[in-house]
């Protein structure tokens, strides 16, 4: 359990469909991550937020859309996905963004399938 | 282009050791961080390392070597449960994590 929990954990959804992830961070820090996770690949940093502001917006597509309304809250709203992106999808908050030993935590991921 | 090598997957043996290594070129450094993720679950923090040297923690210990962009996690009385992907991170000069895609390591009796 590393504080950081996300829901649901398996998401199988069609191309038209509309859903959202959620990420909730019980550990009282500043920054929340959304990465992507595919197979033998690095983690693709998605989104940054900082203190509720987005921060960083890797060039990921719109049918991707972040909302932070506060701290300990972060969502990943989805419509009109392509098949390749069924990935992991983990997020991760730290204390701040940007800070020198910033280490990052995780939580379990959704696991994505867009049909 | 910002790069981090790591072997795709290793195997070896409960009991012994491994050593899992990762190279790096990126723009700037600012700290190296190892984790470890099981399949299916979060990636957990193990260590980071700014300054050059050994940091040793229990059977775990990670290496590095700026000078040659190079690190090493270093793992000692193999256990089944460590059978997982070990990812490598380098934090550059922007203060942005630059990630390797994880080196799967495989535990056998």
């Known amino acids: 359990e590393t504080g950081v929990t996300q829901t649901p954990r398996h998401l199988v959804m069609g191309m038209t469909n509309k859903k959202s992830l959620k990420c909730e961070q019980h550990?009282?820090?500043?920054?929340m991550y959304w990465y992507k996770q595919s197979a033998k690949k690095p983690l693709e940093l998605m989104f940054v937020?900082?203190?509720?502001?987005?921060?960083e917006n890797n060039s990921v597509p719109s049918r991707f859309s972040p909302e932070c309304p506060n701290s300990s809250h972060l969502f990943l709203h989805l419509h009109t996905l392509q098949p390749e992106d069924s990935a992991l999808y983990l997020c991760?908050?730290?204390?701040?963004?940007?800070?020198?030993?910033?280490?990052?935590?995780f939580g379990p991921g959704t696991r994505l399938t867009v049909l | 282009g910002q790069n981090i090598d790591q072997p795709t997957e290793m195997t070896a043996t409960e009991g012994a050791i491994v050593q899992i290594n990762c190279t790096y070129q990126t723009s700037g450094f600012n700290g190296l961080f190892w984790y470890q993720q099981h399949a299916g679950e979060a990636p957990t923090f193990l260590s980071y390392n700014v300054l050059d040297g050994l940091e040793e923690k229990g059977r775990f210990s990670s290496f590095l070597s700026r000078s040659k962009g190079y690190s090493y996690l270093l793992l000692k009385e193999l256990q089944m449960k460590d059978s997982a992907s070990y990812l490598c991170a380098v934090l550059d000069s922007n203060y942005q994590l630059i990630w390797g895609a994880g080196t799967k390591l495989i535990i056998k009796p």
């Open positions: 937020y900082n203190f509720k502001e987005q921060t």
């Open positions: 991760a908050s730290s204390q701040v963004s940007g800070g020198a030993t910033d280490t990052q935590y």
């Open positions: 550990l009282g820090h500043n920054a």
